[in-house]
Structures are given as structure tokens and as C-alpha cells.
């Protein structure tokens, strides 16, 4: 298992070694041990021209995924799941309105992002596929933290 993770942002300071630890629990819990994982953590002017350039959306968003397994050349790495982008910026907006330590916001994002990787859907699909996916992040954030995240 391999989990890259490049800081690029210097906006917000952050002590990445429990998160690091806590997203290694998730990757083992959703038995992801044999994959090669990225995280970007970028500032939101960053997030804002990849997401304007990937998903046609011109503003700052907390996380999107790009999964390396999708398309005609997905097989020739199976190894590599994909790359997880989050704002550390947008992460520290949300974590204060939600009243959530900083570290779970981008443990819940990264777990997010993760799930994306794994084929789950929650904007494409249907209904019961959000609530599926969303279901999905509360189990692995609270065997991950041994606690359950209010997050909406």
C-alpha cells in the first residue's frame, strides 16, 4: 500500500501525521492495502481552475476525485487507484461552520474521495446510491475514529 501525500498549500498549518495514520486505517478497512493512493492538498484558488478544468464548475469545491482505473487504459496500472485533491482552505471553512476538528474534516473528505475511487457515486446515480455511499463514509469514519461524525 502506498499513500502519497503532497502538501502544496500553505495557507492552512497542518499536523498530517494522525491524519496520515487515520487515512491508512481507512485504506485498510476498505481493503485497499495492494493500491497506490495520491493526496493533494492544494489552497482553493488551486481547487477552484482544477475544478473549472475537470468539472466546468469556476469556484473552490472541498474535494474531487480522479480515479486512475476508469477508461480504456485503466488496466495497465491496477495498482493505481487515483488521486485525491482536497482544499485545505475549503476543509477549514467547513470543519468551523460544522463545528469538526480540522484533522476529521479531511479524514471525512479523503474517505470521501476515496469511495469516488472505489466506483461510488452520489451526484450521477441514484437516490439510494447517495444514501449509500453516504452510509458507507459514516461506517468508515467511525471504525477508522472509533467515534461517529455529524456531517452533512
Partial sequence: MSLLIDNRQKVIKLNLRPIRSSM????????????EISL????DPEI?????EYLGRDRPTNVI????????????????LGDIVISAET????????????????????IHGLLHLLGY???????????????????VFSSVKGYELDHE
Fill in 24 to 35: 491508512i486505517k481507512a485504506i485498510n478497512y476498505l481493503n485497499c492495502k495492494d493500491k
Fill in 40 to 43: 493533494i492538498l492544494v489552497d
Fill in 48 to 52: 477552484t481552475v482544477i475544478n473549472s
Fill in 65 to 80: 476525485s480522479f480515479g486512475m482505473q476508469e477508461g480504456e487504459w485503466g488496466e495497465i496500472q491496477p495498482a493505481l
Fill in 91 to 110: 476543509a477549514l471553512r467547513d470543519s468551523l461552520s460544522g463545528h469538526i476538528d480540522l484533522g476529521d474534516e479531511i479524514l471525512f473528505l479523503f
Fill in 121 to 139: 457515486d452520489h451526484e450521477s446515480g441514484t437516490a439510494e446510491d447517495a444514501e449509500a455511499m453516504k452510509a458507507r463514509e459514516k461506517d
